[in-house]
């Protein structure tokens, strides 16, 4: 009886609900139908903002419904969260009122059975946004229990443990899908009936290893795809081929150690990809050769390392790229960007000792942002110098291990001529004679100690040497002043003897 009188309630209380909000804004909801709503039991009204009104219904032993009806857009979101026995909730489903949410913005429905009644009883428009989260996963899902879904644009399955092949049929006209938290593989022809207008696709959350042969294959319209936070340990080679105007591909947060050459030599419109977070070391020559639109590549988080013979080519293709992200990686030599219209290159917290010139460049970039902060980098290069003297936009330069010694001098050179473009400057040190020093505080006359001390030890040895050659001279020019003098006395000794 308590059961039956519960259950009573409920459906009065939607009824209620539904109706007041069907009713125009302009003579329908008001504070005094919230307040009306208070005094009844398991009913709370509240005002969050001025253009909102929340109603939540609670019953504890079976199921939660919050209504958030927008006044300002004339629009409401709908929660619907099932809890209990599975034999209660079908109960409770299977009697819920037919709801009016024609301007419903988006519908979930969490924990509930999927039964074709509740989407039926909810009215559900074409715009409508759909999630399904969790699901009862001893069920399994079946196509029939989503027939009332098919005019839905956007659509989320959440939490179930396999789905069949054929449960998204119908749904021509889908643009958004979201397939997260799902138990198994999916079946390879899953995507199929969708491919019409689809362009966001999120497989995130899967526990993927590798992406089922065949599933992209359809889905040439598609814009967007979402693999991140699975366990892809590979990418087989022909998996993106037909995904002509993909744009955005996000692989971030996998296991991914290798990417084959032509993983992604179809994708000529990608203009972001993400790889970050995974375990890649080597990259094969020509990986980004097709990229000829990429504009956003991150690939930090790895424990990438490139060989110094393939530097200055492993990313030819680039030719579009503005940002570019290889922070926290392995890399002891980077090749400087070349070939680009402007790019910012984030290299930090890596092991670079090296900064290499691409063979054959002769107009240096003009606009270079580069972060080389905590690397290993002790020395540049004159030539590397004059490149981004020439180019360079921003710099990052602190926590490397710079020397300060008579090598250096064309370095605090440019540390002086480009101070403003230095992000970092007052942390940049250099080491000499046991000792750091601040660039800021550089002077020709105490650069570093070791520095100051060489040129008086020159300067010592150049004073002493040219005394000693003013002396010789002296004594040299006395010796033959004093031949002279002799010389001239002699003929007057004769003279003085002939006339004795």
Known sequence: KMLNSTRIQILLLLFYIVAICRQPHASGFKIEDCRALNETTNVTCYTPAKQQFNIDFSNEEHIKIYIYQDKESNTSTMFLTCQGSDEEVLHISDNLPKLSLERAKLITIDGCIPFEGIFKRLGLSVGTQVKLQRGVTDMPLKREYLSSLTKVKSFLLGGFEALDEHVLAGFENLETLELTRIGTALPSGLLAPVSAHL????????????????????????????????????????????????????????????????????????????LSYNRIQQLEPNTFVALSALQDLKLDNNILDIAPSVACSIFDGLHSLEYMELNNNNLSVYCLPYNMRSVSVDLSFNKLKTLLLPPGESEPRQSVNLNLRHNQLQYLSDETLQYLHDSLAQLSLAHNPWQCDTASFLWLDFIKLNSRRILDLADVDCFNDNAYWNVTLFKSSNVCKSVTSLYYIIAIAVVSALAVTALIAAVFYRRKAIKRVEKLKSPKQVENTYEN
């Not at 590798?210 to 892809?232: I, M, R």
């Not at 080679?237 to 692989?251: C, E, H, K, M």
């Not at 971030?252 to 992604?264: C, E, Y």
């Open 199 to 274: 362009t966001q696709l999120n497989m995130r959350e899967n526990n993927m290893t590798t992406p089922t042969k065949g599933l992209f294959a359809s889905l040439q319209q598609l814009d967007a795809l979402d693999l991140s936070y699975n366990v892809l340990t590979s990418i087989p080679s022909g998996t993106f081929d037909q995904l002509y105007n993909l744009t955005v591909l996000d692989l971030s947060s996998n296991h991914l150690s290798h990417l084959p050459a032509d993983a992604f030599q179809s994708l000529h419109k990608l203009k972001r990809l993400f």
